[in-house]
């Protein structure tokens, strides 16, 4: 009886391995995404996500005999990333008390990856990751557009936080808005569809209403992704049709404060002075941030510290050259690198699909979703915040999920005799059903800005 208990154990680990590690990611995304202190008060006090992440970290420690696999390149990357920050805090001729702490922040994350590269190992799990973020989008555009504060005519968040940004929220939710579309194409039930299609329709409503000029056009540039890959590779049409109609109709109803502020980008006549006042300003900054890339281009000026060379104490509001002035240009060939790597694990993983459903479109929203934030990240500074190496993350569990499970289906067509009982176990893994409504998804292979450029979660 006792060796059959520990066999029994033994078979219960193989059927959820990491299962303790996977459900404090859950939860820290759960905090992370839906960041409940942005819109009620009761929650603002609480370190929801610095208790989900050591619990993350627990869990995986203790699960550390579980890993029998190494780390993907894009994990070095990551850690090759926060080690030039280091060093770029270290030889700071700023603040180096501030650069150390927003670096420090940034382990974070390399944690949270880890557990995600090493947990999600299968496709329910990843399912249920990608559902949690555009859930919480869902909800956080439903909220900011029922309570949002309405400031000089643009929408923010309800209580400020990193939501407080119109720009930074209207990336939110153009990076979210693929991942609702994958669920709108996959979901059987008519009540899912209808939640994923008004979710779509509120964050376009949302990042219509913040004005946000980077937002918009991140919007414009991921609709058309989403209608190559969504509509035209993907044998819809039909959704061609409905785009345009829509289009058509927020163009009358949402369209009006950010198209103000395109046209006051260009004429200083226009109403929107102001819109007018920070393209010019802007474009200073891009410059200023060549400069100091040029004048310190091994190490920057370290992480947060462009703001006390600007000239005007603003962030770059790009990305991209924020970390090449504030990291060295180390760390922008690092941060494209990782980028990089988020697009060539969704080819691989379309490769290996070989037709499967669910794979095909997860890997078509994150596509369009990284296209999103490569577009949207031009417009504003947020090389420090955690979604985009998340949605990295996202695809290196969706390329070693389609991997593995190619590998199984060619084992499986080779002759029975060469399949041992171990390994029939263990592929069943990718074919475990997910924990939220399963019944509503088919699953198979033959289905048919001012602020600080910091995350709060960092702090």
Known sequence: MGADGVQARRRSSRRTPLAAAFAALLLFLAIYFARPGDWSPGFSTVPFAKFAGILAVLSLLFSLQEIREGFPREVFYLALLIGQLLLASAFSPLWRGGAFQITIGLLKVLVVVVVMVLAVNSLPRLRLLIFTQAASAATMAFITLWKGRSVMGRLEGVLGGNYGDP????????IAIPLCLAFVFLTRRWIWKAFWTFAVLAMTSAILETGSRGGFLA????????????????????????????GVAFSFSFSGMVV????????????????????????????????????????????????????????????????????????????????????????????????????????????????????????????????????????????????????????????????????????????????IPSTSYRVGANDGSSVCATDEFAQ
């Open 260 to 435: 103000s502020r395109l046209k006051g980008s260009f004429n200083a006549n226009q109403d929107t002075a102001a819109a007018y006042s920070s393209t010019e300003q802007r474009q200073e900054l891009f410059w200023r941030s060549v400069d100091v890339t040029k004048e310190h281009p091994l190490f920057g000026v370290g992480p947060g510290n462009f703001m006390q060379v600007s000239g005007n104490w603003h962030v770059a509001h790009n990305s991209y050259m924020q970390l090449s002035s504030e990291g060295g240009l180390p760390a922008l060939l690092l941060y494209l690198m990782l980028l990089w790597s988020g697009f060539r694990n969704i080819r691989k993983a379309k490769r290996f699909a070989n037709r499967q459903k669910e794979t095909t479109l997860f890997a078509k929203g994150l596509f369009c979703s990284l296209i999103g934030y490569v577009v949207g990240s031009s417009f504003l500074s947020v090389p420090y915040a955690f979604y985009p190496y998340f949605l990295v993350a996202y695809t290196t569990s969706l390329f070693l999920v389609a991997k593995k499970f190619a590998a199984s289906r060619r084992m499986l067509e080779a002759p029975s005799t060469s399949i041992s009982p171990e390994m029939s176990s263990a592929e069943g893994q990718d074919l475990e059903m997910p924990l």
């Open 219 to 246: 919007l414009i540039v991921t609709t058309a992704a989403c209608l190559w890959t969504f509509a035209i590779r993907g044998g819809r049409p039909y959704v061609i049709g409905i785009v345009a109609l829509l």
């Open 167 to 174: 720009n930074e929220l209207a990336l939110s939710f153009v």
